[in-house]
Nanobody, 122 residues
Framework: VQLQAFGGGLVQAGGSLRLSCELSGRMFSINTVDWYRQAPGKEREWVADITKGGRTNYADSVKGRFTISRDDAKNSVFLQMDDVKPEDTAVYYC?????????????????WGQGTLVTVSS
């Protein structure tokens, strides 16, 4: 199972951007998916998550501006970023907790995407 994040780019302050996190492979199911970000010179910070049942949580810094959603039919999770600010500039990563369905057993795995860069200009 592989995970890929994309959708980053350059956006002006106040604008919008939509990030995608796609999983590919066979015989797996997706539990909770998180988005993290890491700004230059700073530690990675948690941004938002969405459970298998669709419950969402957000960091205070993005609450009311970012929306996380999922489309299980497409094995995808999205991060809609609205009213972006220069301080949202970072590399954004998605992390997925998945279950690999093997014959006779299941395996829990935590996958990280490669990151996608978001740059917000003032």
């Amino acid at each position: 199972v592989q995970l890929q994040a994309f959708g980053g780019g350059l956006v002006q302050a106040g604008g919008s951007l939509r990030l995608s996190c796609e999983l590919s492979g066979r015989m797996f199911s997706i539990n909770t998916v998180d988005w993290y970000r890491q700004a230059p010179g700073k530690e990675r910070e948690w941004v938002a998550d969405i459970t298998k049942g669709g419950r969402t949580n957000y960091a205070d810094s993005v609450k009311g501006r970012f929306t996380i959603s999922r489309d299980d039919a497409k094995n995808s999770v999205f991060l809609q970023m609205d009213d972006v600010k220069p301080e949202d500039t970072a590399v954004y990563y998605c992390k997925a907790d998945v279950v690999i369905h093997l014959i006779g057993a299941n395996r829990d795995r935590q996958l990280w995407g490669q990151g996608t860069l978001v740059t917000v200009s003032s």
